[in-house]
Antibody
Framework: QVQLVQSGAEVKKPGASVKVSCKAS????????INWVRQATGQGLEWMGW????????GYAQKFQGRVTMTTNTSISTGYMEVSSLTSEDTAVYYC????????????????????WGQGTTVIVSS | SYELTQPPSVSVSPGQTASIPCSGD??????ANWFQQQPGQSPVLVIY???KRPSGIPERFSGSNSGNTATLTISGTQAMDEADYYC?????????FGGGTKVTV
């Protein structure tokens, strides 16, 4: 059973950057995407982007383009997500999740879902 | 950009059926997935590919998707099903989440 284990909580000052890691157990790390999703207290899930460890291809939500960088280190089955220029609005729990791009159907498009999630990393931005 | 809309809350009596709608333009022409999130926990996939349950998800959870609406149905709702539920679809290489529905039992 694949597990995703994330790094610990962070407290950052406004204007700083934060880098969160997500380590996958098992030996299938390069077969799937790593997605990053965040959730502010009392709010819904907000998708930030994805990266494919095998190809290096990635896609970011428009809201985060230019401020988020997603990378991977396949030798240690770990994904990373860095957010720069932090503000209090970035205070949230950040999750990584494995993305499955199962297949394409002409009538329905791609089947894409997130089947395994990390435990979450709390990031607090405060002066 | 594509949007998915869910009601903020749904109430259901124990043992009854809860239906949680998720609407989007021609959503039936995309695959819908559903997540359950208990307080303080990570989301868990409960339905994928419109109707399929991952291993370990109880049979009381089912899904459908046609027209502009996908629906998560919880039959014989139990107290442990009280949680937030999110629908999700894939559009233009992006993951789209609905705003979430709090189910109160």
């Amino acid at each position: 059973q694949v597990q995703l284990v994330q790094s610990g909580a962070e407290v950052k000052k406004p204007g700083a950057s934060v880098k969160v890691s997500c380590k996958a157990s098992g030996n299938t790390f390069t077969n799937y995407d790593i997605n990053w999703v965040r959730q502010a207290t009392g709010q819904g899930l907000e998708w930030m982007g994805w990266i494919n460890p095998n190809s290096g291809n990635r896609g970011y939500a428009q809201k985060f383009q230019g401020r988020v960088t997603m990378t991977t280190n396949t030798s240690i089955s770990t994904g990373y997500m860095e957010v720069s220029s932090l503000t209090s609005e970035d205070t949230a729990v950040y999750y990584c999740a494995r993305g499955i791009s199962a297949y394409y159907s002409p009538g329905k498009g791609w089947l894409y879902f997130l089947d395994v999630w990390g435990q979450g990393t709390t990031v607090i931005v405060s002066s | 950009s594509y949007e998915l809309t869910q009601p903020p809350s749904v109430s259901v009596s124990p043992g009854q059926t809860a239906s949680i709608p998720c609407s989007g333009d021609k959503l039936g022409l995309k695959y819908a997935n559903w997540f359950q999130q208990q307080p303080g926990q990570s989301p868990v996939l409960v339905i994928y590919e419109d109707t399929k349950r991952p291993s370990g998800i109880p049979e009381r959870f089912s899904g459908s998707n046609s027209g502009n609406t996908a629906t998560l149905t919880i039959s014989g709702t139990q107290a442990m099903d009280e949680a937030d539920y999110y629908c999700q679809a894939w559009d233009s290489s992006t993951v789209i989440f609905g705003g979430g529905t709090k189910v109160t039992v």
